[in-house]
């Protein structure tokens, strides 16, 4: 198990290496001149020539590429053209507000999932597996912005229950703990929860019906062990896969949350990305997808080393 | 000694083909049937717009704005610039599907020659191919999309070469693992052994058994790819206005959901029903090809 663990760790290293590569080269997919789309269009001359040289853009592309990385590495991921500001503190606070929206939506939708992918195993081709089923599909087959844009329909137009868009008293002072703020979250996190609890539950549904239908699960029945008590031991031996799925799907979240974010208008990655689009600000964008794409990397890193810690079979190997 | 029986007999004995057990498997499958029919009629609702619709999806009415369904005529309302909604709601069902149908189609071509080529050669090219798919694995769909599309600039263009890279690398890896099951079966190295040419194997005996698990993987990706497109051009990316486009609809529509909220929410309807259908249909393609089951 500890081979495979350190095996998996060093994978991380060529991957981050690919995706940094991968960003880097966005600049370069940009229309134009790269180092034009790094400069403000009312730069004089001498700026130009001076930002080229400090960029390293008069110099060969792997040059480049290595003193990219080692700013990089140093934190240093570029200055937002727009506000001025580096790239690395725009994101880092962006990223807090983007993670804790992921991780209430992934809690919401894995409980959810859970508990209905037990219902539908249980019952297995009678009416209730079928809801679910369908309730599933759904739930992949929405597009979320919709949703939230329903949601503020419903919620915030016609029924006044909930804020509509916003973060309550700013990102800075934003309590989770104060209700007058963190009401500003419930439509946002709802909205995100809709397409992991269709992932989820299509998963969990499917693991507990391959596990109830093993061998040692009719050894269980034969035995007269309760419904109860059989449920308990599928679970036990679904519950690592499913989690996996989920692991997944939280850094699908954090990733992915430019949508939701951009409704909501949610000071998070993913509204800093929807502004670097509208603004053409490529130095942002660039460092905003690399940071969140090596967050990524990382949670599937936590995923498969916990997935391996939770299932003994995967230690013995 | 077979060539000497008639071949009526043969056939009497031969069991029915692969294709005609999941066509008949199909055939009792009323839920994906109907709504295989729904999509189908959406096709054909789409390429035939003007016979459908009576209105010019781009003639704007500055006095019959955000009308509800029913007004003077307009069968689902108007949008925000007094255009008709259920013309450009056909005609917006053409780049949506499309949208929908060419990323897959072509990330299937790309993605599947890749991965058949890795599984059958292995050694180097599969190493080199399949961590260059590792390190697009590493983003999630929608920033990779994102930040291509995002980086290029708007554009059908633009957003049909984000998505067909989002989906490459899926579609690499299934066909990858299951070519490299096939390889180390028997009949491949009997086949090896006579003298046929790779090209003769992977054509005759790998793709066989490799096309039917992609094609329903593939097929499933297809709702995955009407949301990500309809997504982009809601943030503006992707197809660009005038053009109607359902993801495009929605963002420009999402300023009057406050006056009009019916006729607001219909686009995303219409990207919710195609997408679920194309799952339904996946669904029950996945569930007739499983032999098991």
């Known amino acids: ?317 | 000694m077979s060539a000497a029986l008639p071949s009526a007999a043969l056939r009497a004995v031969a069991p029915p083909g692969y294709l005609h057990a999941i066509a008949r498997r199909l055939r009792h499958d009323y839920v994906t049937l109907s709504f295989a029919a729904l999509l189908v009629l959406t096709v054909l609702a789409a390429c035939c717009a003007p016979l459908v619709a009576h209105y010019d999806p781009y003639a704007t009415g500055l006095l019959g704005r955000l009308k509800p369904p029913g007004w003077q005529g307009h069968l689902l309302g108007t949008d925000d610039l007094g255009r008709d909604m259920f013309a450009r709601l056909l005609y917006g069902a053409r780049m949506s599907l499309a949208m929908g149908v060419a990323p897959v189609a072509l990330a299937l071509a790309i993605g599947g020659t890749l991965g058949v080529l890795a599984g059958f050669y292995g050694g180097a090219l599969n190493m080199a191919i399949m961590r260059t798919m590792d390190v697009f694995y590493a983003f999630p769909s929608v920033l990779l999309a994102v930040a291509i599309s995002g980086t290029i600039g708007g554009g059908v263009a633009s957003g049909l070469l984000a998505l067909t890279l989002v989906f490459i690398p899926s579609l690499c890896r299934i066909a990858e693992t299951a070519t490299s099951q096939v390889r180390a079966l028997d009949f491949v190295e009997a086949a090896q052994a006579t003298g046929a040419s790779s090209l003769s194997v992977i054509v005759a005996h790998v793709l066989g058994n490799v096309l039917p698990a992609l094609f329903v993987f593939a097929s499933s990706l297809i709702s995955v790819s009407v949301l990500l497109a309809a997504g982009l051009s809601f943030l503006g990316l992707g197809v660009q206005p005038p053009t109607p486009d359902w993801g495009q609809m929605l963002a420009g529509l999402r300023q009057a959901i406050y006056l009009q909220p019916l006729v607001c929410a219909l686009p995303g309807l219409a990207i919710c029903i195609v997408s679920f259908s194309f799952n339904m249909v996946s669904d029950g393609l996945r569930h007739a090809m499983d032999i098991r089951a």
């Open chain 1, 1 to 317: 198990m500890w081979i495979y663990i350190a095996k998996r760790v060093l994978y991380t290293i060529p991957i981050s290496l690919g995706v940094s590569l991968v960003c880097f080269c966005l600049v370069y997919l940009a229309p134009g001149d790269p180092a034009a789309s790094l400069i403000p269009p009312d730069a004089s001359a001498a700026d130009i020539a001076t930002i080229r040289q400090l960029y390293g853009f008069d110099q060969p592309v792997p040059v480049q590429f290595a003193k990219w990385l080692w700013r990089a590495l140093h934190g240093d991921f570029g200055t937002s053209l727009q506000t001025g500001r580096p790239v690395l503190v725009e994101v880092s606070g962006a990223l807090a507000n983007t993670a804790s929206l992921a991780a209430g939506a992934a809690l919401i939708a894995f409980v959810l999932a859970v508990l209905a992918g037990m219902l539908a195993a249980w019952h297995r081709g009678r009416f209730l597996e079928r809801a679910v089923t369908a309730v599933s599909t759904l739930g992949i087959s929405m597009p979320s912005y919709w949703l939230g844009i329903v949601l503020i329909i419903v919620f915030a137009v016609k029924l006044r229950w909930l804020p509509a868009t916003g973060m309550g008293s700013g990102a800075a002072t934003f309590s989770w703990l104060d209700w007058h703020d963190a009401r500003f979250a419930v439509l946002p996190m709802l909205t995100m929860a809709l397409l992991p609890l269709g992932v989820v539950m299509r998963s969990t549904r499917a693991a507990l019906a391959d596990t109830l239908a093993q061998d040692y699960m009719q050894v269980l029945r034969a035995k007269g062990l309760a419904p109860h008590a059989l449920m308990r031991h599928a679970l036990r031996n679904a519950l690592p896969q499913v989690l996996a799925v989920m692991g997944l799907q939280l850094g699908y979240l954090t990733g992915g949350s430019i949508l939701i974010e951009t409704i909501f208008t949610w000071p998070g990655t993913g509204f800093l990305l929807s502004k670097a689009i509208l603004t053409r600000d490529v130095p942002l964008l660039q460092g905003t997808v690399l940071i969140l794409a090596l967050t990524f990397v990382f949670i599937n890193l936590a995923v498969d080393v916990l997935q391996t810690c939770a299932d003994p079979r995967l230690q013995r190997q």
